[in-house]
């Protein structure tokens, strides 16, 4: 869950979310985002990523997805414009001149818009990816568009683009557990208020940024925890939960969100949600 497992909404006028950017940030690479990982190798399996591809990753947070094309020798750019503390969590992994190894060929990140990796040097595109899923809150979807539109231009005719989004309610037992956000949210609910995912947010977003669908797939990306106390800290890294602690405080949405999670909380201690993601491909006319 995006620039996140959700995408981040601004806060309303006013409202300063009392957490530590650079503790969630951590969080999410560490916890949260790799929960994801089925989703990743299920698109690049399926379009052959591997060298001689150039991947553009949009919202590439801490660069998980990233390293994962990377290791089977695709040049990676990745932009974000919003999350200053995980594209510095993805420059540890992806550039690490600072720790004396060597940087991977042909990366690239960008603290910007898709127009702030372009140069008259860099080659056209062969791939884009927005793998931060949305179809769960309304008006998550919001800005996507745009930046598909920013970004299509800076890859080949007929490149593929691929994007994530959260698969019907029923199959996801985490909607349950997102629902706290909301509810805690309360009165600011309205943008990013919890909603059922619906079977063609995808293709909506998709036809809206002028591109052609062309195949789809599902899967399965279980949530797995070590304990209770991960649970807790992977899913506040989303940011999601970010307007229920304005609206009431820390304590509070611990204590609810940990209730929520506890039907799905195991004899060994673990935290499991079983979940299914869909994603589309389209391609630049």
């Known amino acids: 869950m995006t620039p996140t497992l959700v995408r981040q909404h601004p806060a309303h006028a006013g409202e300063t979310p009392r957490v530590d950017p650079g503790a969630r940030a951590r969080d999410w690479s560490e ?16 379009l052959d990523v591997g060298h001689g591809t150039r991947l553009l990753g949009l919202g590439c947070g801490s660069g998980l997805a990233l390293l994962m094309a990377a290791s089977r020798g695709a040049a990676v750019t ?3 414009a919003s999350r200053p503390e995980r594209l510095a969590l993805a420059r540890e992994r992806l550039l690490p001149e ?4 060597r940087a991977r060929g042909g990366t690239r990140l960008v603290d910007g818009t898709p127009q702030d990796a372009a140069d008259a040097e860099t080659p056209a595109y062969t791939l884009v990816t927005a793998f931060e899923p949305i179809g769960c809150l309304a008006g998550d979807s919001e800005g996507l568009g745009e930046l598909l539109q920013a970004a299509t231009p800076l890859a080949e005719r007929g490149a593929p683009v691929v994007l994530a989004g959260w698969g019907p309610p029923e199959r996801c037992a985490t ?19 919890w909603r059922p995912a619906l079977r063609d947010d995808l293709e909506e977003v ?8 062309d195949g789809s797939g599902r899967v399965a990306c279980p949530f797995g925890y070590a304990d209770l ?16 602690i304005s609206a009431t405080d820390q304590a509070q949405v611990d204590k609810e969100l940990a209730e929520a999670l506890h039907p799905h909380l195991r004899r060994d201690s673990t935290v499991w949600m079983p979940n299914v993601f869909r994603y589309l491909i389209a391609r630049v006319p």
């Open 31 to 46: 916890i949260q985002e790799r929960m994801l990982v089925p989703l990743y190798e299920a698109v690049y399996e399926r």
């Open 78 to 80: 990745g932009v974000d």
């Open 98 to 101: 600072a720790w004396g190894t």
């Open 175 to 193: 909607s349950s557990v997102l629902r706290v956000a909301t509810k805690l949210a309360d009165p600011l609910r309205s943008t990013g208020s």
């Open 206 to 213: 998709a036809q809206r940024a002028g591109l052609k669908p």
């Open 229 to 244: 106390d991960s649970a807790v800290r992977g899913l506040l890294s989303t940011g999601l939960f970010d307007a229920a």
